[in-house]
Structure formats: C-alpha cells, structure tokens
Antibody, heavy 120, light 110 residues
Framework: EDQLVETGGGLIQPGGSLRLSCVVSGFSVSEAYMSWVRQAPGKGLEWISVFYSGGKRQYADSVKGRFTISRDNSMNTLFLQMNNLRAEDTALYYC??????????????WGMGTTVTVSS | QSALTQPASVSASPGQAISISCTGTSSDIGGYTYVSWFQQHPGKAPKLMIYNVNNRPSGVSDRFSGSKSGNTASLSISGLQAEDEADYYCASYTSSNTLAFGGGTKLTVL
C-alpha cells in the first residue's frame, strides 16, 4: 500500500527557514510525480510545488524563489525547503503523489500533513 | 482569491441529487481534460473522487460523476447520504503547467 508520512513542521519566526520531509513507502519516489499542497487554517487547498519523475520542478508564484522541492532517491524521501517564511505560509502541508490515471496532477495519494506555524 | 470559482455551500436532503459547479477559464478548465475533484471530511486529508473530468478511482461510489462544458466543470452526487457531507474541491491543470484549486464547497446533508 502506498503511504506518505510528512514530518518537519513546527513553530518558526517570520523570516526563518524550515525543511519538510515526506517519507514514501510502497513505491519509488524517483518514479513518481510528487507535489506539495498546503491548507491554511479554515481555508481551501493550495498547490505549491511539483517534482516530476524526470527531474523537472515547478512552483506556484506564491512560493517561487523562497521554497525548493527536492528528493533523495536512496532515502525514498521528498523534501520541501522553505526559506524567508511569512505569516501567510502558516498552513497544514500535505505531500501527495500524482499520476493516477496518467496525469501528474491527478493526486491519488495523500499524507496526513505536517503543520507549519509562522509567528513571532 | 482562488483561480477556480465554486459556490461556498450547497445543501440537500438524503436521497436527493446535487451538482457543484467549478468555473475557470480557457487557460485551465476550458483548455484541458485534466479536471479533478476531491472530498475532504473535517480533520482528514483530501480524497480523489474524480479525475480527468469524468473518471472515478477504484472504490469511489458510482453515485459520484463529473462533467465539463466550456470553462465550467461540475461534480454531481446522486442519492445523497449522510456520509457525503464534506468539503469538495475542484482542481485543474493550467497552461502555466501548474495546478489550480477551487475555493471549496461545503456540502450539507439536511
């Protein structure tokens, strides 16, 4: 069974940095399209980044230049490095797997999320 | 402000049918067949209910169906059940090679 487990969230001051991890089991992160999606408290879903299996990466405008998605194939883990954090980055961050039915953004597998709170 | 527009809420009684609309532009919904729908219960992760406009993942009830016309996609649920009460989000691939979500619709089963 495919599983995703996110860790690394916490309370961080504005301007600070945090790295989220998503440990994958049941499949190889190197062969999958992996995205990060976040949800601010009481708000809707926001896609923020994707790592294509071939290595291409894409970001939402709201995080471009501040967040970096990466993966470690040997650890079967996806990462999200978040720099220069702002209050509006406060959210529950989900790791997801796409390619259900053959498209990168058919997000068929979700983790339970890790909470990031940006506050002084 | 969300890229895709959904009604904030919809309600109906058990056994009835409802439809939730999701309006975008020719740069997202209108331009591609990659529209998906997610169900989210309180405190839970979203669940993929519809992909590629009108396909159901294995295990999803056939009471759920999707469609698209022009720049608007729709999720229909027939024979409403209490367990269908949840938030529903549409999503679409975009011309910028990104994913846009709708703002979400709260479904209340009266």
């Amino acid at each position: 069974e495919d599983q995703l487990v996110e860790t690394g969230g916490g309370l961080i001051q504005p301007g600070g940095s945090l790295r989220l991890s998503c440990v994958v089991s049941g499949f190889s992160v190197s062969e999958a399209y992996m995205s990060w999606v976040r949800q601010a408290p009481g708000k809707g879903l926001e896609w923020i980044s994707v790592f294509y299996s071939g290595g291409k990466r894409q970001y939402a405008d709201s995080v471009k230049g501040r967040f970096t998605i990466s993966r470690d194939n040997s650890m079967n883990t996806l990462f999200l490095q978040m720099n220069n954090l702002r209050a509006e980055d406060t959210a529950l961050y989900y790791c997801t797997r796409g390619d259900y039915g053959g498209h990168v953004f058919n997000l068929g597998v979700w983790g339970m999320g890790t909470t990031v709170t940006v506050s002084s | 402000q969300s890229a895709l527009t959904q009604p904030a809420s919809v309600s109906a009684s058990p056994g009835q049918a409802i439809s939730i609309s999701c309006t975008g532009t020719s740069s997202d919904i209108g331009g591609y067949t990659y529209v998906s729908w997610f169900q989210q219960h309180p405190g839970k992760a979203p669940k993929l209910m519809i992909y590629n406009v009108n396909n159901r993942p294995s295990g999803v009830s056939d009471r759920f169906s999707g469609s698209k016309s022009g720049n608007t996609a729709s999720l229909s649920i027939s024979g409403l059940q209490a367990e269908d009460e949840a938030d529903y989000y549409c999503a679409s691939y975009t011309s910028s090679n990104t994913l846009a979500f709708g703002g979400g619709t709260k479904l209340t089963v009266l």
